[in-house]
């Protein structure tokens, strides 16, 4: 019985790492939203990021999402695509709050941030309530 149990175990294994091999190269830049309120990760969130034109000081869309069911957004974009700058990532709360029947302070959340090293990796969750927020600098 072990046997059978190890040989399924090892399905799943193949079949995860086929999988994330034919996603393709991972984002520089990941997200995670949590909704805390509920302890559960905010799933069917929209979100889009742009980056600051440092001569006007105008955004530009670079891309848009939706998290998955564990709240994440991947593929968000690609190595070529960052370089340094001002970024900025926005969260629609509001539409995900309306989907879950509730309502919320906060219609929507931007987190602004600066990127010197486009070589390293960056990941900026957001931490969600109805009636706060909060992000910080992940790995």
């Known amino acids: 019985m072990s046997v059978q149990r190890l040989q ?3 399905g799943h294994i193949v079949s995860a790492s086929k999988s994330a091999a034919m996603a393709g190269p991972s984002s520089p830049l990941t997200t995670h939203v949590l909704n805390t309120a509920m302890g559960v990760p905010g799933s069917n969130m929209a979100l889009s990021l742009s980056r600051q034109d440092p001569s006007t000081a105008a955004w530009s869309l670079i891309t848009t999402g ?3 069911a564990d709240g994440r957004c991947p593929g968000l974009l690609t190595r070529e695509m960052f370089t340094v700058g001002v970024y900025r990532m926005r969260f ?6 309306e989907s879950l029947g509730e309502t919320c302070f906060y219609p929507y959340v931007e987190i602004v941030f600066t990127i010197n090293d ?6 900026v969750p ?7 927020y909060s992000t910080y600098r992940g790995s």
């Open 66 to 68: 939706t998290t998955n």
């Open 126 to 132: 957001l931490l969600l309530s109805r009636f706060s």
């Open 92 to 97: 629609e709360t509001a539409q995900y709050w």
């Open 118 to 123: 486009p070589s390293q990796k960056f990941h």
């Open 8 to 10: 399924k175990l090892q």
